[in-house]
């Protein structure tokens, strides 16, 4: 089967993670057009082979788009995204934005155009992030079956009907890698203040922290499980916990946080 013509607008942090995914799974460079009016990130997709332009109008129009992905922060959704409203009825619009729904799509686009909100996360860069992504009416199967295969390129995919739950997602897969990387810098931080030297308490935050995260994964246990195997009575552990447990503190933060990113999301709807 022939690869499907896509176009990337925007080929930020998450635009080139989902470039790289999708060369490195070996659709054809000649397949994908990019729209980047920044010239760093756009010499950095051109050096990986594909066709860049600087605005819509200048897409090869003898290449009509399977797939349109939008990865433009959600303040210039708008303004950027009104120019591929000409390709509602054939291409499907793939959107990676936060907040940005799918009703704020229909009204550029048209309710008949096809629309697939998601939300990816960083780890995407790396094919070991997971999206979320949740359709419009007018997705056929088709295009579902289109866009499953280029988040996949990121790693995991789930797939969610409810609209309304894209805010909460947002706010534990999306922005979830930042709470992670803090803890890191934290425990980082925190073992240099214990006395420890910069490089070792660097290598032992990075390696404890990928460490626990690839035994979750692997092992399928809850977390809680894995916590307890960690945590002898009476033991440093125990200590440790204790703190972090007591009112107001991590499991609290994280509820609040979590709550606040939601918040957002909300807001960037437009
Ligand atoms: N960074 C993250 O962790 C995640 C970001 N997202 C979403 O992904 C989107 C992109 O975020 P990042 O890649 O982090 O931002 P970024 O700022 O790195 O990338 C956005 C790119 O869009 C380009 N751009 C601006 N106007 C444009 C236009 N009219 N046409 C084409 N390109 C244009 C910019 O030059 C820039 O390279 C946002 O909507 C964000 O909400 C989603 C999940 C995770
Ligand atoms: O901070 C943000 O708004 C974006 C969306 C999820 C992660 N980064």
């Not at 979830?176 to 803890?183: H, I, K, M």
Request: charged residues 20%; proline residues 5%.
């Amino acid at each position: 089967m022939a690869d499907p013509n896509l176009v990337l607008v925007g080929c930020g942090n998450m635009g080139v993670a989902l470039l790289r995914g999708w060369l490195h799974r070996g659709i054809a460079a000649d397949a994908i057009q990019v729209v980047e009016p920044g010239e760093p990130q756009a010499t950095r997709a051109r050096d990986l082979g594909v066709r860049v332009v600087e605005s819509a109008d200048a897409l090869d129009p003898g290449r009509a788009p399977d797939a349109i992905v939008l990865a433009v922060k959600p303040q210039v959704m708008e303004a950027a995204a009104s120019a591929y409203a000409g390709h509602a009825g054939r291409a499907v619009f793939l959107s990676i934005a936060a907040g940005r729904t799918i009703a704020s799509f229909e009204k550029l686009f048209g309710a008949a155009a096809a629309i697939v909100r998601t939300m990816p996360n960083t780890p995407g860069a790396i094919g070991r992030g997971i999206t979320v992504a949740c359709p419009n009416a007018a997705v056929t199967d088709a295009h579902r079956i289109l866009c499953d295969g280029l988040l996949q390129a990121m790693g995991e995919v789930a797939w969610l009907e409810d609209e309304a739950l894209m805010d909460a997602v947002t706010a534990v897969s999306g922005s979830g890698p930042a709470y992670v990387f803090l803890l890191a810098e934290s425990m980082r931080d925190a073992g240099i203040a214990a006395g420890l030297p910069e490089d070792l308490a660097d290598r032992l935050a990075r390696h404890t922290v990928a460490g626990a995260g690839a035994l979750i994964l692997e092992s399928g246990e809850d977390p809680a499980r894995l916590r307890e195997q960690v945590t002898s009575p009476g033991g440093t552990t125990a200590a440790a916990l204790e703190v972090l447990r007591s009112e107001g503190a991590m499991p609290d933060l994280l509820r609040d946080a979590i709550a606040a990113s939601a918040r957002r999301s909300r807001e960037l709807a437009g």
